[in-house]
């Protein structure tokens, strides 16, 4: 599909070639043409000088044919406004919005225009990776029944096969983060040094599995 990215800073830049590599055309607009330089030298897609939220630089940048369109610059009011021109004007269903406010993001949200608060999720990142508890939770569904959530487990773990996890607790081990990447678990999946363990679980078990895991195992 063919997307459009209003902001060529390191969001937008990784964002557009990311985009590249699964074969998908591109547009990237920025005030800035100097800012055209952190996109790589085979860079095939369109770049546009220019202000994100102007119908004709839209225009140019292919907003009628665009599938999705991303207002990642660095400054909140031109995000939103691009975005709803985007999504208003030329009926681009796919928006996203780059939002560093988190006040200002649950506005947006409210408005049907989906936001990427950036201080509120690096805030959210470094709360699990420093508490050794009470993880905040990544996903509930709507009846606040079930929540998924990144749980600090004991260094006695490691060792250990993802369906101990299952069995000690009655959760789910939905996935790993190794190395930066995510890691569906199998039966037989070991838990390795360094392995961030996420698990789908009873809200109103949340506390004492954390707690579980926060312990070294007993024996199964």
Same mark, same amino acid.
């Given at each position: 599909?063919?997307? $459009? /990215?209003?902001?060529?800073? %390191?969001?937008?830049?990784?964002?557009?070639?990311? =985009?590249? &590599?699964?074969?998908?055309?591109?547009?990237? /607009?920025?005030?800035?043409?100097?800012?055209?330089?952190?996109?790589?030298?085979?860079?095939?897609?369109?770049? /546009?000088?220019?202000?994100?939220?102007?119908?004709?630089?839209?225009?140019?940048?292919?907003?009628?044919?665009?599938?999705?369109?991303?207002?990642?610059?660095?400054?909140?009011?031109?995000?939103?406004?691009?975005?709803? +021109?985007? %999504?208003?004007?030329?009926?681009?269903?796919?928006?996203?919005?780059?939002?560093?406010?988190?006040?200002?993001?649950?506005?947006?949200? *409210?408005?049907?225009?989906?936001?990427?608060?950036? +201080?509120?999720?690096?805030?959210?990142?470094? $709360?699990? *990776?420093?508490?050794?508890?009470?993880? !905040?939770?990544?996903?509930?569904?709507? @009846?606040?029944?079930?929540? =998924?959530? !990144?749980?600090? +487990?004991?260094?006695?773990?490691?060792?250990?096969?993802? =369906?101990?996890? !299952?069995?000690?607790?009655?959760?789910? +081990?939905?996935?790993?983060?190794?190395?930066?990447?995510?890691?569906?678990?199998?039966?037989?999946?070991?838990?390795?040094?360094?392995?961030?363990?996420?698990?789908?679980? =009873?809200?109103? !078990?949340?506390?004492? /599995?954390? @707690?579980?895991?926060?312990? &070294?195992?007993?024996?199964?």
């Amino acid at each position: 599909m063919h997307v $459009v /990215i209003m902001g060529c800073g %390191r969001v937008g830049s990784t964002l557009a070639r990311t =985009l590249e &590599k699964r074969s998908h055309t591109v547009s990237i /607009i920025d005030q800035s043409a100097d800012s055209f330089r952190r996109l790589s030298p085979n860079f095939s897609g369109r770049t /546009i000088t220019g202000m994100g939220f102007d119908r004709e630089v839209l225009i140019e940048a292919g907003i009628e044919d665009a599938e999705a369109f991303a207002a990642v610059s660095n400054g909140d009011n031109s995000n939103i406004l691009a975005a709803r +021109v985007a %999504r208003e004007n030329f009926g681009v269903e796919n928006v996203v919005a780059r939002i560093y406010d988190p006040g200002r993001a649950e506005v947006y949200q *409210r408005l049907g225009i989906p936001t990427v608060g950036t +201080v509120k999720w690096t805030v959210d990142q470094m $709360v699990r *990776r420093l508490l050794p508890s009470g993880s !905040e939770p990544e996903w509930r569904d709507p @009846s606040a029944t079930v929540r =998924l959530a !990144e749980v600090h +487990v004991h260094p006695d773990w490691v060792g250990r096969v993802a =369906l101990d996890i !299952e069995k000690a607790t009655n959760s789910r +081990v939905a996935f790993l983060t190794r190395l930066g990447e995510g890691l569906l678990p199998k039966a037989d999946t070991v838990i390795q040094e360094g392995d961030l363990v996420h698990v789908v679980m =009873l809200e109103r !078990e949340a506390a004492a /599995i954390e @707690s579980q895991l926060g312990a &070294k195992p007993e024996e199964l």
